[in-house]
């Protein structure tokens, strides 16, 4: 399957734990974008990679929210001292270069108790 | 108000008819489109993507963008059971001005009834 993956599929924490989600891009895509889904809601812009570069963040992201991508390749966002409202699908895109289509992995589902 | 309004549903629809589904928008500075359909519990998959106005038709399904009236429009012929998913508009400006960050619309869902 050559297409965006994410891991985990589904996470369940405790308010107040870290957690980690792991974004794995499309082979070439250097565009590479972190967004929120809620329940009867689209997706919402977090976070912008350009290669390595966060080019972007949203004002939905807070201080306890962190992304990288390393060298350019795969992508990490962590939520630091969750909350029940950080509750939500958390979907990664990429694109390739000199397009604008996005192409949406499967998302990681959190759920915090 | 959203910058992108489409109407949540369900649309309910019976096996072979047309779905229309449509979605408007407030930023004149839009101009790349996007259609994309989300089963429940899964990721959005891309269906079709215009630039700026005018229709684009990929097999049963026909995506037009007005952008004078700031409205867009998805048709999908032919409708199947497995049609039936929630369909999302999603929209960007200028790659200099938005680096191609998408604004969705709720979603409308649709129910193609055997």
């Known amino acids: 399957d050559t297409g965006v993956s994410q891991n985990p599929r589904h996470k369940i924490t405790k308010r107040g734990q870290n957690v980690t989600f792991r974004c794995d891009p499309i082979?070439?895509?250097?565009?590479l974008y972190w967004y929120r889904q809620t329940l009867g809601q689209g997706p919402e812009f977090l976070t912008y990679f350009q290669n390595e570069a966060q080019l972007e963040k949203s004002r939905l992201l807070s201080d306890r929210f962190s992304a990288e991508r390393p060298k350019g390749s795969f992508s990490t966002l962590e939520i630091q001292r969750t909350e029940q409202g950080d509750s939500a699908m958390y979907l990664c895109a990429t694109g390739p270069p000199n397009q604008e289509t996005q192409y949406f992995g499967p998302g990681t589902r959190l759920l915090v108790l | 108000q959203k910058e992108v309004e489409q109407d949540p549903g369900p649309l309910s629809v019976p096996e072979g008819a047309i779905v229309s589904l449509n979605c408007t928008y407030s930023?004149?500075?839009?101009?790349?489109f996007m259609w994309y359909r989300q089963y429940s519990r899964k990721g959005p998959e891309l269906l079709m993507y215009t630039y700026s106005s005018g229709n684009k038709e990929d097999g049963r399904f026909t995506a037009q963008v007005d952008k004078s009236s700031k409205y867009i429009s998805l048709f999908i012929r032919d409708s199947q059971p497995s049609d039936s998913a929630t369909y999302l508009c999603?929209?960007?400006?200028?790659?200099?001005?938005?680096?191609?960050?998408?604004?969705f619309g709720a979603g409308t869902q649709v129910v193609v009834t055997p």
């Open positions: 999603a929209m960007s400006g200028p790659p200099t001005d938005s680096w191609g960050k998408l604004q």
């Open positions: 930023n004149s500075a839009f101009q790349y």
């Open positions: 082979s070439e895509h250097n565009r």
